[in-house]
């Protein structure tokens, strides 16, 4: 049973940081394309970030530059590191293990003006 737990959301100024953390079980992250969508009141889950399984990465156009996706293969682990977050990155951002299409619970991230 493939099962992700994210953490590491909260509540930031902005021009902060955080860092968002995916514990997967069930499944190997290093054969694996890993995600981040996130998804803000009123509107669609979108794309953040993914990682492949040969390590590359893939960024929206509004997070690029910003957030970087780290995989931990000895952890399991998917990191989304955040920096110089803006109002507009508020969100719940979820974990996703692609092939799969399994979710994690979701994790909430406030950017306060």
């Known amino acids: 049973q493939v099962q992700l737990v994210e953490s590491g959301g909260g509540m930031v100024q902005a021009g902060g940081s955080l860092t968002l953390s995916c514990a997967a079980s069930?499944?190997?992250?290093?054969?694996?394309?890993m995600g981040w969508y996130r998804q803000a009141p009123g509107k669609q889950r979108e794309f953040v970030a993914s990682?492949?399984?040969?390590?590359?990465?893939n960024y929206a156009d509004s997070v690029r530059g910003r957030f970087r996706i780290i995989r931990n293969v000895v952890t399991n682990t998917v990191t989304l590191q955040m920096n110089s977050l803006k109002p507009e990155d508020t969100a719940v951002y979820y974990c996703n293990a692609i092939r799969a299409g399994v979710w994690g619970q979701g994790t909430q991230v406030t950017v306060s003006s």
């Open positions: 069930g499944i190997t992250i290093r054969t694996n394309s």
């Open positions: 990682i492949g399984s040969l390590g590359s990465s």
